[in-house]
């Protein structure tokens, strides 16, 4: 499995911006789909933002368009999501994942068998 660790995270006030970042390890970003989730305390992880290396398809949840942005530098092995606008609603644990797939993705985070460790993203009001 492809190891993963975020970075990025911090606290900042509501308007601001934070870029988060995913560093693979033992595999590539290729054929791989990259999802982004993130959980607030007594809240079920949910779906924010993913990528498909393969194809450089991007997805991202309602809650989050136009104000998140994931991209990915292959040749860094690594993912980042953009966060713009900052709402205290976004405050969470920020988790990247990432499941072998030529074309698909999955807003279920069951579905991905690699996780990193979660980066803390504070917004006050």
């Known amino acids: 499995q492809v190891h993963l660790v975020e970075s990025g995270g911090g606290l900042v006030q509501a308007g601001g911006s934070l870029r988060l970042s995913c560093a693979a390890s033992?595999?590539?970003?290729?054929?791989?789909?990259v999802g982004w989730f993130r959980q607030a305390p007594g809240k079920e992880r949910e779906f924010v933002a993913a990528i498909i290396s393969s194809g450089g398809s991007l997805y991202y949840a309602d809650s989050v368009k136009g104000r998140f942005t994931i991209s990915t530098d292959n040749a860094k092995n690594t993912v980042y999501l953009q966060m713009n606008s900052l709402k205290p609603e976004d405050t969470a644990i920020y988790y990247c994942?990432?499941?072998?797939?030529?074309?698909?993705?999955?807003?279920?985070?069951?579905?991905?068998?690699?996780w990193g460790q979660g980066t803390q993203v504070t917004v006050s009001s």
């Open positions: 994942a990432a499941e072998w797939s030529m074309f698909g993705y999955s807003t279920n985070p069951k579905w991905y068998h690699s």
């Open positions: 033992g595999r590539t970003f290729s054929n791989y789909a």
